[in-house]
C-alpha cells in the first residue's frame, strides 16, 4: 500500500463537473489500494475575486482579515469533493487548515508552514477515509488564519507529502507537465519528462508558475518525488527529482518570463560604506523581497543603484524608499513597472561557455534593449521592456533549440 497526494489547481475544480472528475482520480488511487490525501485550490478565478473585494473594502486591508477572507475559496472547493465523494459511498473527510494542524509563522499572505501535527490525517487514513485539505493556507499560534502565498497549494501538498513520507506528490493542472518554456505563450514549447530540483526551483523563482517555489524549495529538501500531470489527460507528465547525468547533457532546460517586477533606481546617492544597508534594511524589515540589484560605478564619490522588485509591492517600497534616499542624502528616486524578467534556466550552463553571450546576442538581434542582468550558476536573468516578452521568450527558445529533443 503506497500513501499518494494528490493537488488539484484552480482549473481542475472550477466546477461540479470538474470536482466529480477530481473525485473519479481519488477513487482510482483508492481503489488501487493506496492511502489518499487530497490537496484542493479554490475554482479558478476565485481567489482573485476575493482579493478584489477586499480592496474595494478597504486600500489596505487589514492582513488577518484579509487571509481569513482570501482562504474561503478553499472551504468551499474541498466540502463539495468530500460531498461528492461520500455520496459515492467512499468515506471523505474535509480539513481546513487549522483542522489539518498545519501551523505557520504570523507573516500573513506569505506564511511559511513550521509544523504540520498528522495524527488526525494518520487516524482518519487508517480507518481509510480519504482525507480531503484546503491547500494555501494554515493557522499562527495564536489561532490567526495565514495564507501561503499565491500558488501556495503546490505548497501545502507537498508539505503535507513530506511529513506523511508519501510514496508521490502528484501535482494536477491544466498543462500535462513542465514545459521548456510556458506553453501558453511559446507555440513550441516542448514537455521535460523529467527536470532537477534545482532547475525546477529557479524556474519556479524565475516565472513559471505551474509550481510555487517554496514546494519545490521543500520537496529537495525532504526528497518528495513530485510528478506534475494534466487533470484532463492520463498522457504526458514531468518527474521534478534529483539530478542525474541524462539531464546534464541539456545546455538549457528553459526559459521563464516574469511580468510581475518593478524596477526602482536611487540617482546620485553618496559611495560610501553603510549607504546599501540603509536602503534595503528598512524594506526587508517591511517583509519587501529585493530581487535583482546593480549599482554603477562610482563617479566623483556618488553612484546609481537600481534593484527590482514585485509590482505589488512597488508602491510601499517606493515610499520607504523616498525617505531613505532623503535622509542618505541622494538625488531622486525613479520607477519603472513597464518591465519584464526574462531568464534562461540549465544544469548543463555549468559546463558550457558562451551561453550568456549566446542570449545577449538573440536579444540585440531582436533589437531588445537589456537594462539589468544577474546571473546564478544555473541561470541568467534579463530585464527588458515589457512589451517584448513574447517576443524575447519565442526568440530565445528558437535560438538555444529547444523545441527538439537533443
Ligand atoms: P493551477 O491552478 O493548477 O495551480 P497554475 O495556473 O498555477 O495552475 O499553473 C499552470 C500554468 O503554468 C499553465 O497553465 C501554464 O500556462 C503556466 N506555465 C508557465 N510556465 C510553464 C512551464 N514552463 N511549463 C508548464 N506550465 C507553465
Ligand atoms: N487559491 C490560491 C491562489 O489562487 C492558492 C493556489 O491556487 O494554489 O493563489
Ligand atoms: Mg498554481
Do not use: W
Amino acid at each position: 500500500m503506497a500513501l499518494i497526494v494528490q493537488k488539484f489547481g484552480g482549473t481542475s475544480v472550477a466546477d461540479i463537473e470538474k470536482i466529480k472528475n477530481v473525485a473519479a482520480k481519488a477513487i482510482r488511487e483508492k481503489n488501487a489500494g493506496n492511502e489518499v490525501v487530497v490537496v484542493l485550490s479554490a475554482m479558478a478565478g476565485e481567489t482573485d475575486r476575493l482579493i478584489a473585494l477586499a480592496h474595494q473594502a478597504a486600500e489596505s486591508p487589514d492582513e488577518r482579515e484579509y487571509d481569513s477572507l482570501i482562504s474561503t475559496g478553499e472551504h468551499v472547493t474541498i466540502t463539495l469533493l468530500s460531498i461528492v465523494l461520500n455520496s459515492m459511498g467512499h468515506r471523505a473527510r474535509s480539513f481546513l487548515g487549522f483542522q489539518a494542524k498545519i501551523l505557520t509563522d504570523k507573516a500573513h499572505k506569505k506564511a511559511r508552514i513550521t509544523l504540520i501535527d498528522t495524527k488526525e490525517i494518520k487516524k482518519e487514513l487508517k480507518k481509510g477515509t480519504i482525507v480531503v485539505i484546503a491547500g494555501f493556507q494554515g493557522v499562527d499560534e495564536n489561532n490567526n488564519i495565514t495564507t501561503l502565498g499565491r500558488g501556495g497549494s503546490d505548497t501545502s501538498a507537498v508539505a503535507l507529502a513530506a511529513v506523511l513520507k508519501a510514496d508521490r506528490c502528484d501535482i494536477f493542472t491544466d498543462v500535462d507537465g513542465v514545459y521548456t518554456t510556458d506553453p501558453d505563450i511559446c507555440s513550441k514549447a516542448r514537455r521535460l519528462n523529467k527536470i532537477s530540483y534545482d532547475e525546477m526551483l529557479e524556474m519556479a523563482m524565475t516565472g513559471a508558475k505551474v509550481l510555487q517555489p517554496r514546494s519545490v524549495e521543500m520537496a529537495k529538501k525532504y526528497n518528495v518525488p513530485v510528478y506534475v500531470k494534466s487533470t484532463f489527460s492520463d498522457e504526458g507528465g514531468t518527474l521534478v527529482t534529483k539530478e542525474d547525468k541524462e539531464m546534464e547533457r541539456e545546455v538549457l532546460s528553459g526559459i521563464t518570463y516574469d511580468r510581475d517586477q518593478a524596477k526602482i533606481t536611487v540617482v546620485h546617492v553618496p559611495d560610501q560604506p553603510g549607504v546599501a544597508a540603509s536602503l534595503f534594511t528598512p524594506l526587508s524589515e517591511h517583509n519587501i523581497s529585493v530581487d535583482m540589484i546593480i549599482q554603477n560605478a562610482s563617479a566623483e564619490g556618488f553612484t546609481d543603484l537600481t534593484f527590482t522588485v514585485s509590482k505589488k509591492e512597488m508602491k510601499e517600497a517606493q515610499k520607504i524608499v523616498n525617505t531613505t534616499a532623503k535622509a542618505i542624502g541622494a538625488k531622486k528616486v525613479e520607477v519603472d513597472d513597464d518591465v519584464a524578467k526574462i531568464s534562461i534556466i540549465g544544469v548543463g550552463m555549468v559546463s558550457h561557455s558562451g551561453v550568456a553571450a549566446k542570449m545577449f546576442k538573440t536579444l540585440s538581434n531582436e533589437s531588445i534593449n537589456i537594462m539589468m542582468i544577474s546571473t546564478s550558476e544555473i541561470k541568467i536573468s534579463c530585464i527588458i521592456k515589457r512589451k517584448y516578452t513574447e517576443l524575447a521568450v519565442t526568440a530565445l527558445h528558437d535560438a538555444f533549440g529547444l523545441e527538439k529533443k537533443k
